[in-house]
């Protein structure tokens, strides 16, 4: 089964939106029509603002509201747009307002089917949260970031092990019994 583009870039651009405001770390962007996160960091994906669904009237307000309220805390901010945002020529609004992008994700999906050989020297076990914490330079490594960007992502997923972080070195033993489905 095939899985539709805008689909599959739906997925991405809102999992980069999905964490929950986390008291004294993060804060809700507070603006209707949209979601976002503002920190206390000066970082595009800290502060992240998306999912945009605007009408025609309100969006220019919105964009302006957000640019001047991390404008006005001198930090940087990003925003990250999809094909079903509102309105349809938000690309262009942002433009407008001197927004203009910085960066494109860009992905793959494999086939649902698709049989991945294991890989016997590769280990992958659950990691705690005092662990992740001890790897965030590695983490910022891996996805192009500050480590201080890195221990903001370690913090919200700790608090209430709202997702599980796994970390995958060979020099680390399973503490429970290895699973096939577990290895890449």
């Known amino acids: 089964m095939t899985i539709p583009d805008d689909e ?8 980069l939106l999905m964490y929950p405001p986390v008291p004294g770390l993060t804060e809700a962007i507070g603006v209707p ?3 976002g996160r503002a920190t206390k960091l ?3 994906l800290a502060n992240l603002v998306g ?6 009237r309100d969006a220019d307000a919105a964009i302006a509201k957000v640019k001047s309220r991390f404008a006005s805390e001198k930090r940087a901010f990003g925003w990250v747009t999809a094909p079903s945002d509102t ?4 690309e262009r609004r942002l433009a407008a307002a001197d927004l203009h992008p910085i960066a494109h994700l860009a992905g793959m999906a494999a086939p649902v089917g698709l049989s991945i050989p294991a890989n016997d020297s590769i280990r992958v076990r659950e990691v705690t949260p005092g662990e992740a914490g001890g790897e965030t330079e590695m983490m910022g490594r891996a996805y192009g970031m500050p480590a ?3 221990d903001l992502f370690n913090r919200l997923l700790s608090p209430a092990d709202r997702l599980e972080l796994r970390r ?6 399973d503490r429970a019994s290895r699973r096939r489905s577990d290895t890449p």
């Open 168 to 173: 995958v070195h060979p020099r680390f033993e």
């Open 42 to 44: 000066s970082h595009p």
């Open 148 to 150: 201080d960007i890195a």
């Open 87 to 90: 309105p349809k020529d938000l």
């Open 33 to 35: 029509g949209l979601q």
């Open 8 to 15: 599959l870039i739906e997925a991405i651009t809102s999992s």
């Open 51 to 56: 999912g945009a669904r605007l009408s025609e």
